[in-house]
């Protein structure tokens, strides 16, 4: 409790391909609705992506997979950089012109040029070290998220 009570999060009303942002601890925890083309665009990232089977643990055991998720269409993310903690900005699949051509869509931090797919895993050669965290969470129902604990808690 010292380090920050948990937080509800209502995402009855967030539309596929949209992200909502909540606070949690002081941070800014990403909610992102992925759609089905976005999931696709992260298993085209693993060859790209340092850590595409997430083995270092910047998320929770039942986020270990592919998606790094409870449920693969919902993304749960803290929106801090693992390089220097700067915030990045969520870029879609539709800034190829700004991103590059081979840009699926996911996360830039423009301080230190770092870039995350839509999972939140480093792409290889940035200044980042690890993946965006996945902080614990659960689902309390299909349309609320409980951010700071989870079944173990």
């Known amino acids: 409790m010292a380090a920050g009570a948990p937080v509800e999060a209502d995402i009855?009303?967030?539309a596929?391909?949209?992200?909502?942002?909540?606070?949690?601890?002081?941070?800014?925890?990403w909610i992102v609705n992925r759609t089905?083309?976005?999931?696709?665009?992260?298993?085209?990232?693993?060859?790209?992506?340092?850590?595409?089977?997430?083995?270092?643990?910047?998320?929770?055991?039942?986020?270990?997979?592919?998606?790094?998720?409870?449920?693969?269409e919902i993304a749960v993310i803290e929106g801090v950089c693992s390089h220097l903690g700067c915030s990045p900005q969520f870029k879609s699949v539709e800034a190829k012109g700004e991103m590059g051509m081979e840009w699926?869509?996911?996360?830039?931090?423009?301080?230190?040029?770092?870039?995350?797919d839509l999972a939140g895993r480093v792409f290889k050669n940035k200044p980042a070290p690890d993946n965006l965290e996945v902080p614990p969470h659960m689902y309390l129902s299909d349309t609320k998220l409980l951010i700071g604990e989870d079944k173990k808690a």
């Open 16 to 29: 596929p391909g949209e992200m909502q942002i909540v606070e949690w601890r002081g941070k800014p925890v």
């Open 104 to 116: 699926n869509g996911g996360f830039f931090c423009p301080c230190h040029g770092s870039t995350f």
């Open 12 to 14: 009855s009303k967030l």
């Open 36 to 72: 089905k083309e976005m999931l696709e665009g992260i298993k085209k990232s693993d060859a790209q992506v340092s850590d595409p089977k997430s083995e270092v643990p910047m998320q929770p055991e039942y986020a270990k997979n592919e998606y790094r998720s409870i449920k693969p």
